[in-house]
C-alpha cells in the first residue's frame, strides 16, 4: 500500500469513527488492566458479562485480592483459561500493591512484569487509559495489516513494527481501535463484508466479495451485534 493510500485508508476510517472506543467496559485503569487479561481468546462481550458482576463487589486490587482465589474464581469460570486467568489477576494484584501502591503503572517495563501482562496487553493499557500511540496487534488487526496490504508481516511483532513505521502520525493514536472494529465487523476471517468496506478502494486484497443476494445495501464500515 503506498503513502497515499495509507493517509486515504485512515482519513476514511476516521470519517466513519472520529473517536473509537474500546468495547471493553470500565471506569478506573485497574479496571480496564483485569478485563484486557480476561479478554485473551475471549470476546470483549463475555468479559463485559462477567466484569460487570465482578467490579460491583470488588474493583481494587486489594478487595479482589480479599476475595480469594476461589471467590474470584467463581466470577470469571465463564471466559475461556479461567484458571489461568484467575492466577494471573491474583499475583497482578498483589504485584500493583507491593510494588506500585496499588495504582496501574504507565511505564512499559512495569506493566509487563505483571502476570498475565504481555506487550499486547501493556499497549492497549498504555493507549486507552494514557493516551501513548501504541498499537496492540491482536488476530483482528494482524489479518487486516496483511489482508489488505496495510503493514505485512510473517508474526505480530513484525506487524507491530510496520504499523508504527508506516501510519501517519495524525492517526496512530486511534489507528488500534479502527483496525480491530475493521477486522471484527467487516475485514472478517472467513468472508471478509468488501461490499460495505469504508476502505474497499484502498485494500490491496483480491479478489473483493461481492455482496449477498440478501445483504441490505448500506456503507457502514462497522455493525455491531
Given at each position: 500500500m503506498t503513502p497515499a493510500k495509507r493517509q486515504s485508508f485512515f482519513a476514511r476510517l476516521r470519517g466513519e469513527d472520529p473517536e473509537p472506543r474500546t468495547e471493553l467496559a470500565w471506569s478506573t485503569p485497574f479496571e480496564l488492566l483485569v478485563a484486557v487479561i480476561l479478554s485473551a481468546q475471549a470476546t470483549?462481550?463475555?468479559?463485559?458479562l462477567v466484569t460487570?458482576?465482578?467490579f460491583a463487589v470488588a474493583r481494587t486490587p486489594a478487595a479482589i485480592l480479599k476475595l480469594g482465589r476461589a471467590g474470584l474464581k467463581e466470577h470469571?469460570?465463564?471466559i475461556g483459561l479461567f484458571n489461568a486467568k484467575t492466577d494471573n489477576i491474583m499475583a497482578t494484584c498483589a504485584m500493583l500493591l507491593e510494588r506500585h501502591g496499588g495504582e496501574v503503572p504507565r511505564d512499559r517495563a512495569a506493566l509487563e512484569a505483571l502476570a498475565g501482562v504481555g506487550r499486547k496487553t501493556a499497549n492497549v493499557v498504555l493507549n486507552v487509559v494514557f493516551g501513548e500511540p501504541t498499537i496492540a496487534v491482536d488476530t483482528h488487526i494482524f489479518r487486516v495489516a496483511n489482508r489488505t496490504g496495510l503493514a505485512p508481516g510473517r508474526n505480530v511483532e513484525e506487524v507491530?513494527?510496520?504499523?508504527l513505521k508506516v501510519v501517519p502520525a495524525e492517526f496512530r493514536q486511534h489507528a488500534h481501535h479502527w483496525l480491530i472494529l475493521l477486522g471484527r465487523y467487516t475485514c472478517k476471517a472467513r468472508r471478509p463484508e468488501c461490499w460495505h468496506c469504508a476502505v474497499?478502494?484502498?485494500?490491496a486484497f483480491r479478489p473483493k466479495t461481492p455482496a449477498p443476494v440478501e445483504a441490505v445495501s448500506g456503507s457502514a464500515w462497522r455493525k455491531r451485534s
Open positions: 470483549d462481550k463475555s468479559v463485559n460487570a458482576k465482578l470469571v469460570r465463564t507491530e513494527r510496520r504499523l474497499h478502494a484502498e485494500c
